[in-house]
């Protein structure tokens, strides 16, 4: 009996320590409304002049929206949020904080139909690993 309430307390553990949105899907609320908005002053400040102003792309440049969640659909949210950490912005790669970083996946995340929720996506990679970047985003 005592090893069925250590499992359980153990399972509970787990579960808890995993962050605010680990082991989730982008369809089940994983940004603030907020932190989107705040995504959207990065973006048009420092991705913009690349990626056009209602994330459209180019003939070089790739758009953020339609084909883009194809790309990055079934993959780790975490994935994109190393991505832009790594290689963008273009002309300056890595110089963006991580929260700005995080603050454009949400940005992203909304432009391409995922529903706000009530809490941040944090800036850590390993919580974003834990994920799913979702296909099927309605309208898109």
């Not at 962050?19 to 409304?33: E, H, I, L």
């Not at 079934?74 to 190393?82: E, K, T």
């Not at 273009?90 to 991580?98: D, E, K, N, S, V």
Request: charged share 10%.
């Amino acid at each position: 009996m005592s090893a069925r309430i250590f499992g359980a307390a153990a399972i509970l553990l787990a579960l808890a320590s995993g962050g605010p949105a680990a082991g989730r899907g982008t369809q089940s609320g994983v940004y603030t409304a907020a932190q989107a908005a705040e995504g959207a002053q990065v973006y048009a400040q420092q991705c913009a002049m690349c990626h056009g102003a209602r994330l459209e792309g180019t003939v070089e440049v790739p758009g953020l929206t339609g084909k883009f969640v194809a790309n990055w659909a079934g993959r780790p949210v975490g994935n994109l949020y190393d991505y832009l950490a790594r290689a963008m912005p273009q002309m300056a790669p890595g110089t963006l904080q991580p929260a700005d970083n995080v603050r454009l996946v949400a940005f992203i995340l909304q432009a391409n139909g995922a529903p706000a929720g009530s809490r941040a996506l944090p800036a850590d990679s390993a919580t974003l690993q834990r994920i799913d970047f979702e296909a099927g985003m309605p309208g898109h």
